[in-house]
Each structure stands twice: as C-alpha cells, then as structure tokens.
C-alpha cells in the first residue's frame, strides 16, 4: 500500500474539512517553502512528530563499472561531490512503522537503558 499525492491531499482535505484545490495548494506551499530554505542556505527542516530533512554533502566517489571499454579495461567513473537531502525519521514515526504506539517506544526505550 502506498499514499499518493491526490490521496493525501484528498485526505487533508477531509480531515480539515478544506477543498482539494486549497489542500494541493497547501501542499505544494509547503514543498515551495522547503525547497526555498534549503536554497537560501538551510541547513534542517524539522517537523515534529514526523522527522527532519537535512542537507548533507555527499564525498566524491570512484566507481569501477563491470563493462570493459574498447581497450578491454573497466570503465571507472568519478561522481563529484554534491549536496543531497535526507530524512531522518522520529520516534514516533518510527514506532507508527513498526506498529507501535508512540508511547510502547518509549517504554521499549527505557527497558533497554535499563
């Protein structure tokens, strides 16, 4: 199973009782916004209960590919290094994942520090 766009905007809209077109408008804002921080420098974007996007600078990187080049020597590649994004998960969402409560997280936590 997996939510598409149309659906979650379908599902903004019904659980804050709003129209599709301002739910799409609202969701695309939200990515507008996102996308402007991190150009203007940004270093995190942090959502609660969700989890937190963050630019991190990836090294360059020499790969070897199986295929040989017409001399018959492999083919290596250099990727320069680039900035990308990741998302790091909260407990919470990690514990919705899992089929967990937030709260059976914590206590599962709090058993291992034990």
């Known amino acids: 199973m997996k939510l598409t766009k149309p659906e979650f905007i379908r599902a903004i809209a019904t659980d804050l009782d709003l ?14 916004i996102i996308c402007w921080f991190f150009e203007e420098g940004g270093e995190s974007v942090r959502f609660g209960d969700c989890g937190t996007f963050k630019k991190v600078l990836r090294a360059e990187r020499t790969t070897t590919i ?13 990727s320069p290094a680039h900035y ?13 994942v899992n089929g967990e409560s937030a709260s059976e997280k914590e206590e599962s936590e709090e058993d291992e520090d034990s």
């Open 19 to 32: 129209t599709q077109v301002f739910s799409k408008m609202l969701l695309e804002k939200v990515c507008d």
């Open 84 to 96: 990308t994004v990741v998302f790091r998960p909260s407990p919470t969402l990690k514990a919705a």
């Open 66 to 78: 199986p295929q040989k080049d017409a001399a018959g020597d492999p083919i290596i590649v250099t």
